[in-house]
């Protein structure tokens, strides 16, 4: 037989075996993930819908899935008025069941109010602002990771007990930046620590001379930051410009592989805290790292994909237990205790939100982020900037 | 306020004067020329900034360590790939659309920037983080106080302004200079007089560009960082600038990129609420200026005939 024939022979073969063993047709159940694709953190948006649609494709390839899922990406832009309006793209869209939402707190606010309106169930996976769940009591709205109120506590506590006094803040002017000045500034009072100026910039602003040759003359041992990477990035980058000798304190915004490559060696020695724990020291960590690589995505999860994996696996849990109805599953969230996921047990409160209190310290060591406990600063074989 | 807090706020305001200043310089040639604005100049700065970073790495890759030998490659570089791309802008757009009212053209090139500007974020790779540029200018400072006097500052100021002394020079002391002032008040007479239109307009496209691609390389060493979003608002504060100076005037465009800064500066220093609101601020005293003197603070001279 020629080769043309033989293997137009097997794959008739194939075919025919193909098309003997019976396909199930499962019910398409969709569901939706927004976070910010495009513009300044796009990193993180990325990284949390890979995560999304890695937990639908595991979902998918599991036999035991009552249903096929199909997942619907819609992009903030960490733009309030955008996601507005991707917001009531979704929620009016009545095929989608539920939703994994939003990074950015500006964003995740705004749309709080859509989500009750159309009675679209959400889980979100990155934005901390506290307000998000606690404004109002809607039985819509969810959240997997923590908020700033305990970020900040944990915050103040570090480097009150460091020995540093003077701080100066500079937060963004969006609700993001707000919230960390307003529950910052209450837990260093209660420290005993002492601000001595505090400064509003623009989320996109590019120049921070003049608020940092301000900072300068009043001398702060340390400059907290609440706001973004982006902004993050060129005020530390500015500060050395500047002359400027004093801890670099930041929030959960910071904590992205895109800071450490905007600012190379000059990241060192940045101080920044987030909710839930590394990746890898996650108890679903390796697993979720195992799997995510497998699928050969452009971008790395960053620092909030597992918390985007858990809301989407949560939201398709929730499915399968009480089926593709928005009613149903809300109800079913609200019964949410002590649920297993990749990053630990999850129990909504009474608002939604998952009462998760660890928090880990992270500081730049050597182009990573560490650990404070496992870092060479805590065991004090290096020094911050102005440590006695 | 102690002098040397003063002295650091006037440095600041220098340098960001000058940016904004080049930027104007641009918008102003590109007006006095063709009577168009050309709304793509910013994320034409940002192109050049990117162009010299692009450069910078695939120098130094290509083995090449010394510092002075990657700076002037990358201004040389930057400046003219973005000079070429300046006289495309005018050849294929901006010239084709002469009859067409000036909104369109405004338009069209504002839609041209959204493109170039996208294309950095998406071409790039991980184009919407922002990029590291090199610091390849020597970083010693003098302490005075609290003014921190830094050498590349300086060096970038000086630099500065020996090219608009030079764009000064180009366009006073030169026939090229000559040719386009010339075009620029009158185009029929010019052409009458046997300049060649076409010519002129893309010499000045090419200037105006590259004055661009400068004004990005500086920003790239200033703040040693260069991100996609970085000509839109620097655009729209040089355009502003070009305005309140009066457009068609080089003198103008210079003195309301340094004005613009000084406002800010100002905003910042003597606000209570302080920084937040300085553009606010400046913006806020620009408008109350044009209201004042709409044509600018130096007129264009035209005469109509009647």
Redesign the interface.
Same mark, same amino acid.
Request: hydrophobic share 30%; aromatic share 2%.
């Given at each position: 037989m020629t080769r043309a024939l033989k293997a137009a022979m097997a794959i008739l073969a194939v075919a025919w075996l193909a098309a003997v063993v019976p396909a199930e047709a499962k019910d398409k159940v969709k569901v939706g993930f927004i976070g910010p694709l $495009?513009?300044?953190v796009?990193?993180n948006g990325l990284g949390g819908r890979n995560s999304a649609d890695l937990a639908v494709r595991l979902r998918n390839a599991d036999p035991k899935a009552k249903y096929e899922y199909e997942l619907v990406v819609l992009d903030d832009e960490c733009k309030p008025n955008v996601a507005v309006q991707a917001a009531t793209k979704m929620a009016a869209e009545r095929d989608i069941v539920a939703a994994a939402t939003h990074y950015c707190s500006s964003t995740a606010i705004a749309t709080v109010d859509v989500y009750h309106r159309f009675g679209l169930p959400v889980v979100v996976w990155g934005a901390v602002l506290p307000d998000i769940t606690y404004r109002n009591k809607y039985p819509e709205v969810h959240r997997v990771n923590g908020t700033m109120i305990n970020q900040n506590d944990t915050n103040a506590e570090l480097l009150t007990k460091l020995g540093y006094k003077t701080f100066a803040v500079i937060h963004d002017?969006t609700d993001y930046g707000k919230g960390h000045n307003e529950y910052f500034s209450a837990a260093l009072a209660k420290r005993g620590g002492k601000i001595v100026g505090t400064?509003? !910039?623009?989320s996109?602003q @590019?120049?921070f $001379?003049?608020?940092l $040759? &301000?900072i300068?003359?009043l001398n702060p041992e340390v400059i907290y930051f609440g706001g973004l990477?982006?902004i993050g !990035?060129?005020i530390r980058? &500015?500060m050395d410009?500047?002359?400027i000798k004093a801890v670099f304190d930041g929030t959960s915004g910071i904590v992205s592989d895109?800071y450490i @490559?905007?600012?190379?060696a000059l990241a060192e020695g940045t101080l920044a805290f987030r909710e839930g724990a590394p990746t890898d020291k996650l108890p679903g960590g390796k697993f979720f790292m195992e799997k995510y690589a497998a699928q050969k995505y452009d971008?790395p999860p960053e620092a909030y994909g597992a918390f985007a994996y858990a809301a989407m696996d949560l939201i398709l849990d929730s499915i399968e237990k009480v089926g593709p109805d928005r009613r149903r599953v809300i109800e079913d969230m609200a019964k949410v205790e002590n649920r297993d996921s990749i990053i630990g047990k999850i129990t909504f409160d009474d608002h939604g939100q998952n009462t998760v209190s660890l928090i880990t310290k992270y500081v730049v060591q050597d182009g990573k982020w560490v650990v404070w406990e496992d870092s060479e600063y805590a065991s004090g074989k290096r020094k911050l900037p102005r440590q006695k | 306020m102690d002098i040397g807090l003063l002295a650091q706020h006037v440095m600041n305001g220098l340098m960001v004067g000058m940016m904004y200043a080049l930027v104007a310089v641009g918008f102003t040639l590109f007006f006095g020329v063709l009577d168009v604005i050309q709304f793509a100049h910013g994320d034409v700065l940002t192109v050049g900034a990117f162009t010299a970073l692009v450069t910078f790495l695939g120098v130094r890759a290509a083995g090449v360590g010394s510092g002075p030998i990657l700076l002037s490659a990358m201004v040389v570089v930057s400046i003219f790939a973005v000079a070429a791309l300046g006289m495309l802008i005018a050849r294929y757009l901006v010239l084709p659309l002469r009859t067409a009212p000036a909104l369109n053209t405004l338009l069209i090139t504002l839609m041209l920037g959204t493109v170039l500007r996208e294309s950095v974020r998406l071409f790039y790779p991980q184009g919407a983080n922002p990029k590291p540029f090199p610091a390849l200018l020597p970083t010693n400072s003098i302490n005075i106080g609290n003014f921190n006097l830094r050498l590349d500052n300086t060096i970038m100021l000086a630099a500065g302004v020996m090219v608009i002394i030079g764009v000064e020079l180009l366009l006073n002391r030169t026939k090229l200079g000559l040719a386009i002032r010339a075009v620029a008040q009158d185009e029929e007479t010019a052409r009458t007089m046997g300049i060649n239109f076409l010519a002129i307009v893309l010499v000045a496209f090419a200037i105006g560009s590259g004055l661009a691609a400068f004004a990005g390389i500086m920003n790239g060493f200033y703040y040693n960082e260069v991100n996609f979003g970085m000509g839109l608002y620097l655009g729209v504060i040089g355009f502003a600038a070009a305005i309140i100076g009066g457009l068609g005037s080089i003198y103008g465009a210079i003195l309301g990129g340094f004005l613009f800064a000084a406002l800010q500066t100002v905003g910042t220093v003597a606000l209570p609420f302080g920084s937040a609101y300085k553009d606010v601020f400046a913006f806020a005293v620009i408008i109350i200026f044009m209201a004042w003197r709409p044509t600018g603070l130096i007129q264009e001279k035209i005469s109509e005939r009647v």
């Open positions: $495009t513009g300044g796009s990193a002017t400064f509003g !910039v623009g996109d @590019q120049d $001379t003049a608020e $040759t &301000q300068k003359a990477t982006p !990035v060129r980058a &500015q410009k500047l002359g895109a @490559q905007g600012l190379g971008n | -």
